[in-house]
């Protein structure tokens, strides 16, 4: 966790450690920038290949799901697409009834050995 440039803070009052990112207000989020960074020290390479290389996977997995296939890395988990059905909403506003409309939404399922890791 150290190579990716963050330090844990004191627990909250929850009694889980929080993860701090530097330049970050509350810390709890790791932009896109962070991960490249992270990325770059922990594989030695540049910055720009490691954008270049989380690009790139970003947009095999979007291609994929496009395509209505699952990606599954064994160990950190799988991405897939979810078929929503038609279903009635209330506008909160003027309290009217809404019909939303079916669609698809992508889902990302975290594997037992991600889930075990964050324990």
Not at 42 to 71: C, H, I, P, R
Request: hydrophobic fraction near 35%; glycine fraction near 10%; avoid cysteine.
């Amino acid at each position: 966790m150290g190579t990716l440039g963050y330090r844990l803070a004191k627990k909250t009052h929850f009694g889980y450690n929080k993860v701090l990112y530097p330049g970050r207000k509350d810390g709890t989020i790791m932009t896109k920038s962070e991960l490249i960074a992270g990325m770059a020290s922990e594989s030695g390479l540049t910055k720009t290949d490691a954008e270049k290389a989380l690009n790139a996977f970003l947009n095999q997995v979007e291609q994929a799901l496009k395509q209505g296939e699952k990606v599954q890395l064994v160990g950190f988990g799988s991405f897939e697409v979810k078929e929503r059905a038609e279903r009635t909403g209330r506008n909160p506003k003027t309290k009217e009834a809404i019909v939303i409309p079916a669609g698809r939404a992508p889902v990302f399922k975290a594997g037992t050995a991600l889930k075990d890791a964050i324990k």
